[in-house]
């Protein structure tokens, strides 16, 4: 047993103790038995009482808390292998350099804001990753993948200013990443961001909570692709440094119990609990390191407590009453961040002062000393050790609990301040006074004038950084992208019955799910095709994909199903292809991303196609979708059942009036609302031909129907139309009419329109029929067009009268394309703004005023004008 541990069991278990000699003497039972036998056999025992404990119904179990101290005590750490010395003075230039650049683009430009705090808590956290753990990318090593937290991105960019891959000029323009070229500078993003940085950055941390998500994930992915026998993913690690205020994001949370369920041993997180958050404690009241110790091991992880620094070591080795453990068990963190933020006389008095006991341990201390006490998260030695165990331990996922000071090092200024998270201006005493604290060689001038600091190339520190790094695979973070173009099989090949339908009766959902399985049987891209849904197979059609790939399980199919005499019983295997994710659109979305960036992420292009009720997609993981295109993702996302009035009796929650309106805001996002499989076919193509064959860096929204109807043969030559947002479908009624009128719609209206123009047809009206496929290509061609001849107005061009424009979505989104109207012409939209309804699908459509008549009333109302 660890030594310090016994003053506390023992000062515990006479607390209310009806018999405190009884007690001693199992006490001295189970110390005899760690003794003579062993932890072990130790831990046997308890389970086994345990078990009778709860057999009796006892109402006992064992707590979930340790005291609150290291896991791995001091006989357990390794010998630590690097240049202790040394490193301590890289990770303190590093703090200085992000500390100058943040502060002189305030000085310059006061509102660019930027922060210190944050990377001053967790330096140390880094840089210890970067010197010894931290696997880059190389033929032998496949690289580790790190989730930064986003605060600390200028202790990022001051490692890269070292290693030379920027500049002076660069780390000048922090957070200037318009005006920085025409220095011949590089702007450096605010955050990790792999759109505006894409060689550097390798995930987007920004967005409190998908970073810990989108990690657990990743490496549950990187699983799949081993167990699929597609990479050997099992050397490499997923390290996330995050923030203790960032753990009450739903996402953060919300897939724990999932990477301990999947023993995802390659996942590593370090939370930095700094226990601050913007504008306060994170837990004033209480203690976040507490909490989130029975959370993770509550979920199943690995817990290593990191809370304090060697320092502490002989102060516990003394504390033979279990004082200063009584006084953690005590204080709040809120006190303690009020201990962070004073200096050593006070806390000599405060901390130490509480009783004569602690008092005594601190006597023979001076001021200073006890101001230098470290927490675990600032001791390197400790760090190692706490990286190294979580690096070696199996069967679990690991949570480093690391115990740091928002604003480490800088005293007054910031140092555990309510306001230290947005601190970013220093007077000259502070500089001059973070350039004491950490031994900088810095004049006072230099100091005061925040002069950027790298020492000369063939220094000790720069050799120790090259070497380190060098032994690592080089440097990181790094984006790569170099991956094989895969080729796409023949539109023919898999969607022939699409292009011609001959009037058969489907929906857009059943001819997506057809050309799935297709693709699927391909021999080169059929592999890398990766279907995901949340909880919706059957729902969609797709249990047919059941027995053909199966579903993916780490651990196979340990029951006989249910319907395992079926045709389409549910088949889960090792090698299963498709992610069947539960009810957890974000968990979905997450693995999604996971596939979608596995080209620059693994130098593998995997294509997922992710299918999922169009209401639970942009307008509830909007902003994983958000972040997956910043990370440059490439894939498909499928809506299905989508609109307002195609999934009748659901009503308003699960109907989608705007799923479209919010794709089109993201700009590497092509948006695709097509009324008929042969439509649906050509984009499908495009597609996978964009993101896999010529590698861009776009992802496609397409929205499916439920609803069967009668699919038409898709016109010849229209191919390009299709792709550009819309087509001539169809003309009714007589060639010379005096009255004529053009009528647009898409996906679910578009059948509706088509009977609104056979309608007016035959009281006499001309009229032409668009398909649009596409509003926001549509107002975005029109954008880029200056002389507004985009692919819109040449359509319009070709017709005559007032333009009625009818979806199944909020009338924002066919506005959209207002602007690129002809002059002189009327332009009236429908749409189906509102709450949702529920109803059949008739009744909805007269509801919104959508259906023919409704479309034929507004046009008849629009030539009258």
Known sequence: MNAPFEPLLHALSHAHDIDPEETAEWREALLALIGTQGPARARQILDELAVVARQQRTGWQPELNTPYMNTIAVDDQPVFPGDLATEERLVAIMRWNALAMVVRANQAYGELGGHIASYASVADLFETGFHHFFHARTEQHQGDLVFFQPHSAPGVYARAFLEGRLSEADLLHYRQEITAPDSGARGLSSYPHPWLMPDFWQFPTGSMGLG????????????????????????????????????????????????????????????????????????????????????????????????????????????????????????????????????????????????????????????????????????????????????????????????????????????????????????????????????????????????????????????????????????????????????????????????????????????????????????????????????????????????????????????????????????????????????????????????????????????????????????????????????????????????????????????????????????NCKAYDPAFAGELAVILDAGMREMVEQQSDVFYYITLMNENYAQPDLPAGVEADVLHGGYRFGVYGPSDAAQRVTLLGSGAILTEVVKAAQQLAAQGVGVEVLSITSWSELARDGKAQADGAGHLAQLLGATQGPVIAATDYVRAVPESVRAFVPTGRSYSTLGTDGFGRSDTRAALRRFFAVDADSIAQAAQQALLR
Request: aromatic residues 8%; contains cysteine; glycine residues 10%.
């Open 212 to 667: 810990p998500i989108s990690s657990i994930y990743h490496a549950r992915f990187m699983r799949y692709l081993t167990h699929r026998q597609l990479q050997d993913c099992i050397a490499r690690k997923v390290w996330g440094v995050f923030g203790d205020g960032e753990m009450d994001e739903p996402e953060s949370m919300s897939a724990l119990t999932l990477a301990a369920r999947e023993k995802l041993d390659n996942l590593v997180w370090v939370v930095n609990c700094n226990l601050q958050r913007l504008d306060g404690p994170v837990r004033g009241n209480g203690r976040i390191i507490d909490e989130l110790e029975k959370l993770f091991a509550g979920a199943g992880w690995n817990v290593i407590k990191l809370v304090w620094g060697s320092d502490w070591d002989g102060l516990l080795a003394r504390d033979t009453s279990g004082a200063l453990l009584r006084a953690f068990a005590n204080t709040v963190d809120g006190q303690m961040q009020t201990f962070a933020a004073k200096d050593g006389r006070y806390n000599r008095d405060n901390f130490f002062g509480q009783n004569e006991e602690l008092a005594r341990l601190a006597q023979g201390m001076t001021d200073e000393q006890i101001d230098r006490l470290k927490r675990g998260g600032h001791d390197i030695v400790k760090i190692h050790a706490a990286y190294a165990a979580a690096a070696a331990h199996r069967g679990q996922p690991t949570v480093i609990l690391a115990h740091t000071k928002k604003g480490f090092g800088m005293g007054s200024a910031g140092q555990g301040k309510m306001t230290t998270h947005s601190q970013k201006k220093f007077d000259e005493q502070d500089l001059i006074d973070y350039r004491n604290r950490f031994d900088l060689p810095l004049s006072d001038e230099q100091a005061k004038g925040l002069v950027f600091y790298k020492p000369e190339g063939d220094s000790a520190e720069m050799r120790y950084l090259r070497e380190h790094r060098a032994q690592l695979g080089g440097s990181l973070p790094k984006r790569e992208t170099t991956c094989d173009r895969l080729p796409v099989p023949a539109l023919t090949s898999y969607g022939q019955f699409a292009l011609q339908a001959d009037g058969k009766e489907m929906s857009t959902t059943m001819a997506f799910v057809r050309m799935l399985g297709n693709l699927l049987k391909d021999g080169t891209l059929g592999p890398r095709i990766v279907p995901i849904v949340a909880d919706e197979a059957r729902t969609f059609g797709m249990a047919n994909l059941f027995k053909q790939v199966g579903i993916y399980s780490s651990v196979g199919q340990r029951y006989a199903p249910e319907d395992i005499g079926s045709v389409l019983s549910y088949r889960e295997a090792t090698d299963g292809q498709i992610l069947e994710e539960g009810i957890s659109e974000a968990g979905a979305i997450a693995s999604w991303t996971a596939a979608a960036t596995s080209y620059s992420v693994h130098g593998l292009a995997m294509l997922p196609f992710y299918i999922y009720y169009s209401m639970f997609g942009f307008q509830r993981v909007g902003d994983a979708i958000w972040a997956a295109a910043d990370q440059r993702a490439r894939g498909f996302l499928l809506g299905a059942t989508s609109g307002r009035t195609t999934l009748g009796g659901e009503g308003l929650q699960h109907q989608d009036g705007s799923s479209h309106l919010v794709a089109a805001t993201i700009p």
